[in-house]
């Protein structure tokens, strides 16, 4: 009796084992057509990511890769008293190959996501001007959101510490003739220009301090502390980055209760979007009053048009 419940046990334990090894052997499996799979589907990225378009070819010359061969330059006859050795041979480049190591630049595509102004102004066809400037800003740069900087499209450059910065092509850029410039300033530039503010005074190609030095000069800055924003002001805003300028930012609205703003930034991360902060939020660096601006700007276009 003891010996058949021990053979019992012995099959139990024996079948226990083969079963626990089947499922090893099934959950590798399992693994393996995971992995390949994956990598399938990937494959295409990565290829795509490696595409170059810098016309040339990676290469580096090397014994490797056939690029020298060994030329005699042995004076002396191969006889019994000389032999040939490494000495008398020298290794020379046959390689034709222009030899090339590919660098970010080289994946720069700068056909990729180039836009014209037939392009850019079909995005706020559906807009309906008003001839507020306050109002039509704010409408021209909500038709902008979402908007992103090409990543296929772009320029390295290097910053004071020798380390490489790509800045990527974009509408706003091209639009101020300076496609791979910060564009934050030429962002809002572009919304008061196509908003048909065009006495405003614009600073298409400056930086954002010589564009507030430039609304100060108009009387038509605001410093933050004594000031309650409104829908259509530009809000100067702090990039805390060293490798680019500030930021400029439409106001499209103002929460007084909570002192709050929203308002339509450009060159955001790369992007177009919309941000929310306090109105004298440490970040936020003063305001251009649009109220102002119309004030002192579209009466003189008014004049200007009584006239002719």
């Given at each position: 009796?003891?010996?058949?419940?021990?053979?019992?046990?012995?099959?139990?334990?024996?079948?226990?084992?083969?079963?626990?090894?089947?499922?090893?052997?099934?959950s590798c499996l399992s693994?393996?057509?995971?992995?390949?799979?994956?990598?399938?589907?990937?494959?295409?990225?990565?290829?795509?990511?490696?595409?170059?378009?810098?016309?040339?070819?990676?290469?580096?010359?090397?014994?490797?890769n056939g690029c020298y061969?060994?030329?005699?330059?042995?004076?002396?006859?191969?006889?019994?008293?000389?032999?040939?050795?490494?000495?008398?041979?020298?290794?020379?480049?046959?390689?034709?190959?222009?030899?090339?190591?590919?660098?970010?630049?080289?994946?720069?595509?700068?056909?990729?996501?180039?836009?014209?102004?037939?392009?850019?102004?079909?995005?706020?066809?559906?807009?309906?001007?008003?001839?507020?400037?306050?109002?039509?800003?704010?409408?021209?740069?909500?038709?902008?959101?979402?908007?992103?900087?090409?990543?296929?499209?772009?320029?390295?450059?290097?910053?004071?510490?020798?380390?490489?910065?790509?800045?990527?092509?974009?509408?706003?850029?091209?639009?101020?003739?300076?496609?791979?410039?910060?564009?934050?300033?030429?962002?809002?530039?572009?919304?008061?220009?196509?908003?048909k503010a065009d006495t405003?005074?614009?600073?298409?190609?400056?930086?954002?301090?010589?564009?507030?030095?430039?609304?100060?000069?108009?009387?038509?800055?605001?410093?933050?502390?004594?000031?309650?924003?409104?829908?259509?002001?530009?809000?100067?805003?702090?990039?805390?980055?060293?490798?680019?300028?500030?930021?400029?930012?439409?106001?499209?609205?103002?929460?007084?209760?909570?002192?709050?703003?929203?308002?339509?930034?450009?060159?955001?991360?790369?992007?177009?979007?919309?941000?929310?902060?306090?109105?004298?939020?440490?970040?936020?660096?003063?305001?251009?009053?649009?109220?102002?601006?119309?004030?002192?700007?579209?009466?003189?276009?008014?004049?200007?048009?009584?006239?002719?």
């Amino acid at each position: 009796m003891n010996r058949t419940v021990a053979k019992v046990i012995k099959n139990y334990i024996q079948r226990y084992k083969q079963k626990k090894l089947w499922y090893k052997v099934v959950s590798c499996l399992s693994a393996i057509v995971v992995f390949v799979t994956v990598y399938a589907l990937i494959l295409p990225a990565i290829t795509l990511e490696d595409k170059t378009y810098c016309g040339y070819e990676g290469h580096v010359h090397s014994v490797e890769n056939g690029c020298y061969e060994n030329q005699l330059v042995c004076n002396l006859p191969e006889d019994e008293e000389h032999t040939h050795e490494e000495g008398c041979y020298k290794q020379v480049l046959i390689c034709e190959k222009i030899e090339h190591n590919h660098s970010t630049s080289c994946y720069s595509d700068l056909n990729a996501d180039v836009e014209t102004a037939d392009k850019w102004e079909k995005t706020f066809k559906g807009v309906e001007l008003t001839g507020k400037w306050d109002e039509d800003i704010v409408a021209i740069a909500a038709s902008q959101i979402g908007y992103t900087e090409s990543e296929k499209n772009f320029i390295v450059l290097e910053n004071e510490s020798e380390e490489e910065v790509i800045k990527g092509y974009s509408r706003y850029g091209a639009w101020g003739d300076n496609p791979y410039g910060d564009w934050s300033v030429m962002f809002a530039n572009f919304c008061l220009y196509y908003a048909k503010a065009d006495t405003f005074p614009l600073n298409i190609n400056g930086t954002s301090t010589e564009w507030m030095n430039q609304l100060k000069e108009c009387e038509i800055w605001k410093n933050k502390e004594d000031y309650k924003p409104e829908s259509g002001d530009l809000v100067f805003l702090d990039s805390k980055k060293e490798d680019t300028d500030n930021l400029v930012g439409i106001v499209e609205s103002y929460n007084e209760e909570k002192q709050e703003i929203y308002s339509i930034v450009g060159d955001m991360d790369n992007q177009v979007q919309e941000y929310l902060c306090a109105s004298k939020d440490d970040g936020v660096i003063g305001y251009c009053s649009m109220a102002l601006a119309m004030d002192k700007f579209m009466i003189v276009k008014v004049e200007k048009r009584s006239m002719k």
